[in-house]
């Protein structure tokens, strides 16, 4: 009998349930709050418009990832501005030759942008939880900011830029997305102008709501105006290009001076001196180093994947300032090749340098193109001269005229934004046709040159091809014409 | 009174010796065995009387007996021996080891059965199998070939690498997961496995369909492997000491053989005199120098393997108590020049014993401390194996002069060469002088059981389990300062040179498991088993990351020194899952067998509304041979059996069901975003549903045995990753979608070819046949996987798709491929790829065959593994051919079977595009090869030295010396080795399917063994 009460107490030590499933609901991420919680206090949304801009460190803009699929690199290499190197990785190559498809677009910036889009677009759903007043308006205005050139840069990618050709405005345009809804399945708009439209009433708007005190790594009231300055030129609508060109000179746009200018590439001057706009700020934590989508430094040398072509190198004068901040000819395993170092490295020597966006220099070079679009070549002249005397030492103003001013402006805008992103679209939306020089890779031109030489300015190339797997995931979306998808 | 009793049992007394003089006579005699010398205990009594004796110390009996009685002797673990008393009055006696008793116990984790009453899809490796493997081998590689149905794939051949195991198929769209290891009750993962020294291992069971593996609810649908650990046999005690030392080099690589420096000359003049350009240009003079000084770079990365390994192990037993305790020291250098590879030290304690109270109490904890260097199976100057190959052979490690001599710098140290011909342009030797990466971890696992029998009535008793692993890990990477490494890692002019970090973990998985029993015959034949349990599951991790910057020197590597923090980072997750199951075995006169198994599983991984899982198991067995009609006298065992079970899993669930906020940094600030994965509320348990039919037979004396199987197994609604649309911002999130199909049979086979007492010979042989197919993909035809293979629907899984190779121009030399609709094109185009059929990296049959055979002290085995019908992209032989890099790289040897000529055929396209410039290969099925091999995996020779040799005052029971070899030899016509694991690191997919690239995986190692078995 003792034995069974024994025995009784030891079977119900083994029935107790010691735990129920509800303990369950206590299992939560030790390193994430919810998404129902969020977006409540200014904190929140300061935090949330920290992660717009923390997102363009991702592939197709800022992310460093050395396959030269970033802002600074690949629509260089889709232009006659570089020239790849055969004795590197071959990274980029279907960019560099146009032998892309979608299944192997060049860049990633389809994906990344609507990804910011979508940050934008839960804050702006999420905007009256906060109370009205300045804060809220800066908030609203950078998401309605950001939205707006995110969708720019998919827009001119993969759609018609309006001055491209006759028939652009009114070709297919892309999905314009303002709401937060990851299951959302739009399509694209019909029609290139409607898409511009769209993007001009966010940043019109956002340029009202937004403060001018933001530092240039958050947009500001000048930043927008500068790149209503570019969306208008791409638009064609020119009196507004350069009025808005003009406004955000007057909101305190400066050229840096010519002994600012290669420290303006190591972030060494402060804005609004250094002229950079708008910006994205990386530090070494994020570990993000721009420059090895050009080149790795090793062992005392640079090891490239793309050089600077030799036509392009020969257009910088010995006078130019940015010749010797942009470019370094040097050897490698014996050869010697013109190297780009513009995002080389910070004044402490460290490979981490900001990705600018927006600089002074294009503002000026938009206004003096607009101007000149516009029927006022005096205009144009003086904007342009006002970047030149910045540029050269020993700088006389130039008086050019009729199409030299035009051929004077488009030069110096290349010089001036090679190897950022500009090259392929002032080709692309001004349908001049790629036409490469026919110089070799090496540093004195010889070597392997590229191949095409030739791209027509009708080619379906210019609109880069919509990834399969972006069809695959929202079949409401059309591919563009010419790819087979 | 008292004396009357006397005089009874003195009447008694006298009439028993009075027999007794008249027959009996006393018998002597020793009994040995031949794997143990003599045999203490042995029982030796006399049929039909109750007399008997046991042996002594030197195995001697001695007992009276008539002539004409039959005398049996008995011991744990041998046949019984019968001998006839004749005229001799001495008898010695040989037992032989009992193999495959008919009472052999199949450990299934929550249960155990009868071997030869088991219903479902079970397969049972036994330590005699495993030790032919020994040396520090991760257990999970000593399956390969040994278990119908099991896929084994060594990940790489890093030491400690652990192997990818695929029971019955695929059992997923992204890259298949392992089973789950269940040792002594302790749930593992394959990477935790090298923790176990494998001589503790008795037995690893596989449990195969869904009616075996549905108890393990959400962790069993991979198949279930559980491993036993020893004990002791009842009575004996025995101490093992077991030591090896051997070697080891590369698997042999089939046509795959880099160019030395002439060869690699003679490439470059060929490239020239075809209008290469940029190639250099040498005097005949600078060519015998290059041809003196350059090296062979294979030669220079890897180096012979050492291991070494001691291991000590007691068993003891009385009838209350039973303890292990083993001690294992191991150590295995691979075979890269610059890493030190893996050493282990481990031990365990296992002790039970029966107490007061009908109380059993249990204890077994092991041990294990493992440290490691980890060389980089990368795509670049930092992986051995890329520099091995790649390096141009006119290069040498060091410098040198003109003359051949070293080159020295101004302290007259020879210095590491730089630059062109050496990938990267960084030396190799310089690298690792300055680049230091390293692992170890501590891991304790095991746990205490207690239970008490004949609760109330007999056959009824209550068991609380509690097991559980803990692992901390620590890992290093250091940069040295200024070295050329950390000025390619963190720039030149780095105001802080050097790099540090410091990672680790801290990690416990817990179970505690409560189990009611009851045992119990009713009438004469209806025998049940019935237990009912309850188990509690909880996980949870914690993790560390630190990195710094600026250190002054290359000795001074702690993080306080370093004077420019990085990043400081923790992490933490955990998951808990509870379980309730039941599982019911009935047979009825042992003939008629049921197996009804159910578990209700809920898990803290799924969202609160559909967090349960419920896992039925039901199998049927008839034993034909215990008939009575059945009278096939040769035949000892038929069975036919058939399953059917469900089973889920949760291996790619998230860890938590939310949809959360990230904090991504912004400007050195705090960012708040979405994180990518979105939380879909529906969200269930991924499924896998198996049919299994099944025969077992025993045959002449049990000399033949074997299975075959046919199963099937559904899987469906697994998780899948839904990739949401790009422009609603490309996130994704998991529903439960989609259907494939595994259908296979398997077949083994083992037969004694001669069985006596001096020679025994058996041949075994195992085969599995699968056949995938994908029913479902949540209505989409097709979805890339991860990879870039695709799964479409009415093909196999993870079929490769690529453009089609369609030869070399023989005109012009150029690469011709097909369109997308099979006509030859010279345009390459990658929207031409198309889905290659039944080409995966599936296997579509594997198994092992081998034989062994053992002549009195001798013995000798041979095992064999083989796979095939799956095809391995081969990108490995792809850059080693491309002619795109010129004189910078190394190339295979046939590089210069390249078109030279209008009408060249059965050549490599021409090194020049039609309009001169260099060429470069297009992604194209060209490398795409055949998997298929067979492997020699071991060799053993032994000879075993009893006591009678040795002398029984040694007190030695035996000792065994061996020679073994593994992976001696392998028949392939696949360039390289065709044993291919995971892609290495950096290759972005980890979870791809093993063996879908071969690209700078560690290799495998061919090993050669010397070892002493002392058994005393």
Known sequence: MKKNILKTLVLLAV?????????????????????ETFYQTPADFEQAVNALYSAFRSAGYYSGSGFADDMTITFDVMSDNLIINTEGRQS???????????????????????????????????????????FKNNVLGQAMAVRAICHFDVARTFSKIPTQSADALSSIGIAYVDTFDPQQKPSRLGTVEETYNRIITDLESSKELVSNANPNYYLNKTSINGLLSRVYLYRGFYDLAA???????????????????PLVWMDAVPYPASGVLFEIAITQQNAVQLGVGYNQFLGGEFFSEYLCDYELYNLYSSTDVRKNAYITTATAAGNDYNHIIKYRQDASGQPFVNGKYLRTEEVYLNMAEAKFKDSDPTGALAALNAVRERKYS???????????????????????????????FTLKRLGLGLQRSGYGHFADGSGNPSNPQNISATDHKWQLPIAQSTIINNNNIDPNPGYGN | MKSRFTGILTLFLAFMIQFSFAQEKTITGTVTSAEYGALIGAAVTVDGTTRGTQTDENGVFSISAQQGDVLTVSYVGMKDSKINVGSSNVYNIVMQTQERTIDEVVVTGFTSQRADQVSSATVKVSAAEM???????????????????????????????????MVRGANSLNGSSNPLFVVDGVYMTSSELISINPNDIESQVILKDAAATSLYGARGANGVIVITTKRAKEGRTQFRL????????????????????????NLMDKYSSVGYPGLPNYTDEQRATLIANGEHWEDNIYKQGYNESVQFQVLSSDDKTNFLASLSSDKNTGLVSSFEGLKRISGRIKVDTKMKHDITMGANIAMSYTSEDLPRESYNGLSPMYTAFATVPTRSVYEKNPDGSLALDNDGNPIYSMGAGIPSGLNYFDIYDNYLRSNRRFRTFGGFYAQMDDMFTKGLSAKTEFTGIYTRSAGEQFTTPGSNIDIAFNGSNNPFPGNKNDSGSDDLDYRWVNTLRYVRTLGENHNFDLSVFSELNKWNFYSYNITSSGYPNSFLQVQSVGTNPITTTTGRSDRMSMGYGANLFYDYDDKYLVTASFRRDANSSFGKDNRVGYFPGFSLAWKISNEDFFNVSAIDLLKVRASWGKRGTIDELGLYSTTNIVFPNYNDLNGAAPSLSITSPDLGWASSETFNYGLEFQAFNRRLTGAIDYFVDIRSDFLFTQNLSHEGGAYNTQINAGEFTNKGIEVSLNYDLIRN??????????????????????????????????????????????????????????????????????????DDAVLLKDKSPIPKFYGGFGTAASYKGFDLSFDFSYQGGNYIENIANNRLLDPIDGASRNYLTDATNFWTTPGDTGVLPSPLNTDGTIRTYQDTDQFLQKGDYIRLRSVNFGYTLGNKFLGEKSGIESVRFYLQGQNLYTWTAFRGDPEVGYWGENNGVSGATAGTVYLWQYPNARTFL???????
């Open chain 1, 15 to 35: 029935l107790i349930n010691y735990s129920c499933d509800n303990e369950m609901d206590d299992y939560k991420p030790y390193n994430a709050v919810t998404i």
């Open chain 1, 92 to 134: 980029g190559r279907v960019a560099h030759e146009f032998t892309y498809n979608s299944n192997s677009v060049p860049t990633s910036i389809y994906v990344s942008a609507y990804n910011i889009i979508s940050r934008a677009n839960i804050i702006i759903d999420n905007i009256d939880n906060l109370p009205d007043g300045d």
């Open chain 1, 243 to 261: 009025q808005r060109a003009q406004d955000a000179i007057d909101l305190g746009a400066i050229i840096p001076t010519r002994a600012q200018f």
């Open chain 1, 394 to 424: 020993g700088f006389t103003p130039g008086s050019e005229s009729g199409q030299a001013l035009l051929d004077a402006i488009l030069l110096e805008r290349r010089l001036e934004l090679a190897f950022e992103g500009d090259r392929f």
């Open chain 2, 131 to 165: 030790e032919k493997l020994t040396p520090i081998t991760s257990v999970d590689n000593m399956l390969q070939g040994k278990a119908a149905g099991v896929q084994v794939i060594a990940n790489s051949g890093r030491p400690g690498q652990g192997a990818r195991i």
């Open chain 2, 242 to 265: 077991n030591t090896s030392i051997g070697f080891s080099e590369r698997t042999k690589l089939n046509d795959f053989k880099t160019m030395n420096a002439s060869q690699f000359l």
């Open chain 2, 757 to 830: 007492q001096d020679f025994l010979w058996n041949i075994y042989g195992n085969f599995t046949f699968i056949k995938n197919e994908i029913k479902d993909l949540n209505g989409l035809d097709e979805l890339f996987a991860p990879s870039g293979a695709i799964n479409r629907v009415g093909e196999t899984i993870n079929s490769y798709y690529m453009v089609r190779y369609a030869g070399v121009n023989p005109a012009n030399g150029e690469p011709l491929y097909y369109d997308a609709d099979g006509n030859i094109t010279n345009i390459y185009d990658g």
């Open chain 2, 1010 to 1016: 010397f070892g002493v078995q002392l058994t005393f």
